[in-house]
C-alpha cells in the first residue's frame, strides 16, 4: 500500500516538474522570439530612415547632415593649398595648375580651344596661325598672308574652318590645316569688315567692293551651299569689325566712336552706352556675350594717331552693352590683356604673369573657375579666337 501509493506520488511530482520544465521553455523561446522580432523591425525601420535621408540628401544637396552622437569623433578638413602658376619656359610645354584660390577645370565649365597670330605684323609677309587647349601641346596650322591678319582672318565657331581675304580681295575658306581650299567670292573689302562667322558655322558675313575700290553692300555667304549663295543687306550701316553671338540674334560693330549692336539682318538695335567723339573710343569690338549682353573691347581716349589699320584685339575692359558699366573681373591685380567669351557665357581671360601670359577661366558670374600658364612660344602672340 505504502509503495503503491510512493509511486502515484513520484508521477505526479514528475508530471509537474515537466510542466513546469515546458513553460519555462515555452517563455524563454517567446521572449528570443520576441527580441528577434524587435531587432528584425528596428533594423528594417533604420533601413527605411537612412533610405529616406539618402533621399532627402539626393534632392536637397546643400541640406547639412545631422549632428554627431556624442561619443563621435570630430574630424576638422583641412583645406588643401594649390600650387601658384608660373609661366612655361620650355617652347610648347603646357603650363602650371590652377593658382590657389581656384579649382580645376569641371567638365560643365572647361577653356575650348586658343587660336593665336602674331601681336605685331610690320614687316611680315606671311605666317602661321596656332592653336593651344589647356593640357595639350601648341599645333603650328596653316599658313597665311600678312593682310589677313591685319583685319580679316576668322576661324568658324566648331575650330574647323577658317575664312580670310587675300591681297588680290579674293575671299577663301579652309580646314585649319590648310587643307579643302575654296575660293567663295571675288570683290571683297579686305579691312572693314572681314570673315564674321555665323553661329552654325556655315556661314561668313562680309563686305563687297564697288568697281571703283569703295565699300559696298554687305552680304552673307553660305559656304556650304553649291553656288555659294549670298543674302544681301538691305541696309548699309557705317560700321566695321562685326561679330555675331553665339545665340545668333545680335551682332557687335566698330562705328565711328564705339560700338553698335545690329540684328544678323543689319537693322539697328541699340548703342552701347559711355562713347563719344571726345571721350571713350574703341577701335575693335573682340568678343561679344552669347546673348549680346556684354562685350569686351579695348576703350581709349581720343588719339590723333589712326594707327596702321592692324586689328589690336587687346581688352581692357568688359561692359554692359544696355547700361555701359564696367563688369569686374578676378584678376589678382595683374594686368588684363585679352578677354573672349565662350558659348555657354564664362570667359577665357588672358593676363600677364610673370615673364609671360596666364589664361584664366572665369564663370559669367565673374568667379575664377581655373588657371594655366601659356606656353612660352605664345608670348609675342595674340589670341584670334577662342572656340568650345
Not at 533604420?46 to 540628401?57: D, E, H, K, N, S
Request: proline letters at 8%.
Amino acid at each position: 500500500m505504502n509503495d503503491q501509493r510512493l509511486r502515484l506520488d513520484l508521477a505526479a511530482l514528475a508530471d509537474e516538474v515537466t510542466a513546469v520544465d515546458l513553460r519555462d521553455r515555452t517563455l524563454r523561446t517567446s521572449r528570443r522570439l520576441g527580441i528577434q522580432r524587435t531587432v528584425a523591425t528596428s533594423a528594417a525601420a533604420l533601413v527605411l530612415i537612412a533610405a529616406a535621408t539618402g533621399t532627402a540628401f539626393a534632392i536637397r544637396p546643400n541640406e547639412s547632415p545631422p549632428p554627431l552622437p556624442a561619443d563621435t569623433p570630430s574630424v576638422t578638413a583641412s583645406p588643401s593649398q594649390s600650387p601658384t602658376p608660373t609661366p612655361s619656359t620650355s617652347a610648347d610645354t603646357p603650363g602650371a595648375p590652377p593658382s590657389s584660390g581656384s579649382s580645376t577645370n569641371t567638365p560643365s565649365v572647361k577653356v575650348g580651344k586658343l587660336f593665336y597670330g602674331p601681336s605685331d605684323v610690320n614687316g611680315v609677309t606671311t605666317w602661321n596661325l596656332r592653336s593651344w587647349r589647356p593640357g595639350g601641346s601648341v599645333a603650328r596650322l596653316l599658313t597665311l598672308p600678312e593682310i589677313a591678319m591685319r583685319g580679316n582672318m576668322g576661324v568658324s565657331p566648331d575650330g574647323d574652318r577658317v575664312a580670310w581675304v587675300d591681297p588680290n580681295n579674293d575671299l577663301f575658306v579652309s580646314d585649319t590645316d590648310g587643307s579643302d581650299k575654296q575660293k567663295v567670292r571675288p570683290g571683297v573689302d579686305p579691312y572693314c569688315v572681314g570673315a564674321a562667322w555665323s553661329p552654325d558655322g556655315r556661314r561668313v558675313l562680309f563686305r563687297e567692293l564697288k568697281e571703283a575700290g569703295g565699300p559696298g553692300r554687305y552680304g552673307v555667304v553660305d559656304t556650304r551651299s553649291t553656288g555659294k549663295t549670298v543674302r544681301w543687306w538691305a541696309t548699309e550701316p557705317e560700321a566695321c569689325n562685326a561679330l555675331f553671338s553665339a545665340d545668333g540674334q545680335t551682332m557687335a560693330m566698330t562705328v565711328s566712336d564705339g560700338i553698335t549692336l545690329y540684328g544678323v539682318d543689319g537693322t539697328k538695335k541699340r548703342v552701347v552706352p559711355g562713347f563719344s567723339p571726345n571721350g571713350w573710343q574703341t577701335d575693335d569690338v573682340v568678343s561679344l556675350a552669347p546673348d549680346g549682353s556684354r562685350v569686351a573691347l579695348r576703350r581709349h581716349k581720343l588719339r590723333g594717331d589712326p594707327g596702321d589699320g592692324a586689328r589690336d584685339l587687346r581688352v581692357n575692359v568688359v561692359l554692359d552693352t544696355r547700361t555701359g558699366k564696367e563688369f569686374s573681373l578676378p584678376l589678382g591685380g595683374r594686368t588684363l590683356r585679352q578677354v573672349y567669351f565662350q558659348s555657354d557665357g564664362s570667359m577665357v581671360v588672358r593676363v600677364e604673369a610673370g615673364s609671360g601670359h596666364a589664361v584664366l577661366l572665369v564663370d559669367e558670374d565673374g568667379r575664377k573657375v581655373s588657371e594655366t600658364a601659356e606656353p612660352a612660344s605664345l608670348k609675342n602672340m595674340q589670341i584670334l579666337a577662342v572656340v568650345d
